[in-house]
T-cell receptor
Framework: DSGVTQTPKHLITATGQRVTLRCSPR?????VYWYQQSLDQGLQFLIQ???????AKGNILERFSAQQFPDLHSELNLSSLELGDSALYFC?????????????FGPGTRLTVL | TQLLEQSPQFLSIQEGENLTVYCNSS?????LQWYRQEPGEGPVLLVT?????EVKKLKRLTFQFGDARKDSSLHITAAQPGDTGLYLC???????????FGAGTRLFVKA
């Protein structure tokens, strides 16, 4: 158990819908990262927040947005869902924001878009 | 854009055998990491290496970083069923806080 929690574990929805994935970092961690893992693209970095501020952006679509709240939990919002958005979505957290900080991954949310 | 290539893509071996998996980068690594991901779970960090030529050992796992810092290998001695999983190499990019992952080697160790 990494100490990072993600809800829900599974999510099944239809094309065109909007969903919200939630992540609670390990106690004391200020950085939260979001990743998407699909069979064809592998594990792709989406976005990083540190203490409520956006720090880095990766291959995140405009239909996707995220935020980190004052209590440090984070939410990833996915809208106008397409079949290709079906994937595992992982959240990770680390103590600080630099690359020397180990990232701890949550168990993921499996999103299925029908 | 940096690309990480891992080989082989898939490996199925018997318990007790040795194996080596590889990771090659299109550019110099900032900070090379190896992760293991088991089914239904997130990746878990195994090791971080930053110095060219560095060798690190973690029980039966030996990690080597190439002198030019563009390639790495992971050697497992006497594999066990518990080693089964997806092995991912990654570059923790110091400049932009991004982490880039390879596609992984999926290892299956049969009892």
């Amino acid at each position: 158990d990494s100490g990072v929690t993600q809800t829900p574990k599974h999510l099944i929805t239809a094309t065109g819908q909007r969903v919200t994935l939630r992540c609670s970092p390990r106690s004391g961690d200020l950085s939260v990262y979001w990743y998407q893992q699909s069979l064809d693209q592998g594990l792709q970095f989406l976005i990083q927040y540190y203490n409520g501020e956006e720090r880095a952006k990766g291959n995140i679509l405009e239909r996707f947005s995220a935020q980190q709240f004052p209590d440090l939990h984070s939410e990833l919002n996915l809208s106008s869902l397409e079949l290709g958005d079906s994937a595992l979505y992982f959240c990770a957290s680390s103590r600080g924001e630099g690359s020397y900080n180990e990232q701890f991954f949550g168990p993921g949310t499996r999103l299925t878009v029908l | 854009t940096q690309l990480l290539e891992q080989s082989p893509q898939f490996l199925s071996i018997q318990e007790g055998e040795n194996l080596t998996v590889y990771c090659n980068s299109s550019s110099v690594f900032s900070s090379l990491q190896w992760y293991r991901q088991e089914p239904g779970e997130g990746p878990v960090l195994l090791v971080t290496v930053v110095t060219g030529g560095e060798v690190k050992k973690l029980k039966r796992l030996t990690f080597q970083f190439g002198d030019a810092r563009k390639d790495s290998s992971l050697h497992i001695t006497a594999a066990q069923p518990g080693d089964t999983g997806l092995y991912l190499c990654a570059d923790r990019n110091t400049g932009g806080f991004k982490t880039i992952f390879g596609a992984g080697t999926r290892l299956f160790v049969k009892a």
